[in-house]
């Protein structure tokens, strides 16, 4: 596979970003925070906003340092201190070629250096077949499907919550 690498987001990708994200077949499988239509202007204050945590916990992925997709991982607070959760999207054109497979992996080392967590989690949308299957394929175990919580374009979706443990972690 051509170089697939992480990187903090640059202001110089925002075009690629509006290139990639600019589409409703991947809106349609992620919050409203992501927008549609996905304009310059959304670029540009993503971009700012995803430098400003530190550590920067939001990513691009690149292949050949040309920016195709995000990917995050957000700490949460609380009682759930111990708990982050994951978020990726990948540009159409590269979808089915084992990026997403090789890129979360990454994340997951990222998440557990970094932060005192002891569980990653990501919520699917229950009409999103792919990312089920990457999810699963990467180690993560389905703990709940929660029944139309999900209110999408119009439409009531199920939840489905994955988990991945730490590994050295007893729970
Ligand atoms: C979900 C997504 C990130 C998958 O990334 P990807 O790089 O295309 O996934 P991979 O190529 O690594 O594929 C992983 C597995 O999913 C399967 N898969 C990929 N697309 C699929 C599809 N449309 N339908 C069914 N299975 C699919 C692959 O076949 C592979 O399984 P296999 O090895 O058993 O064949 C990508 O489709 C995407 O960005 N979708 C829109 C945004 C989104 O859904 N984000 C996640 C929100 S929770």
Do not use: C
């Not at 700012?48 to 530190?54: C, K, L, P, R």
């Not at 949308?125 to 499907?145: M, P, Y």
């Amino acid at each position: 596979m051509d170089a697939i690498k992480l990187r903090p987001w640059q202001y110089s990708d925002s075009e690629d970003l509006v290139q990639n994200a600019n589409d409703m077949e991947v809106a349609r499988y992620l919050t409203n925070k992501f927008p549609h239509p996905y304009t310059l202007e959304h670029a540009g204050q993503f971009i700012q906003f995803a430098n400003s945590g530190t550590p920067i916990h939001m990513f691009a992925i690149t292949l050949n340092n040309k920016a195709i997709g995000g990917i995050g991982i957000h700490p949460q607070d609380d009682v759930m201190e111990k708990n982050a959760e994951i978020g990726f999207w990948l540009g159409r054109a590269y979808w089915g070629k084992g990026i997403m497979t090789d890129v979360i992996p990454q994340m997951l080392t990222f998440a557990f250096d970094n932060y005192p967590i002891t569980r990653v989690y990501a919520r699917v949308f229950g009409n999103n077949i792919a990312s089920q299957r990457v999810i699963e394929k990467t180690g993560f175990t389905k703990e709940a499907i929660l029944h139309k919580t999900i209110y999408k374009n119009g439409e009531f979706l199920d939840e489905h919550i994955y988990g991945y443990r730490k590994p050295e972690v007893q729970q």
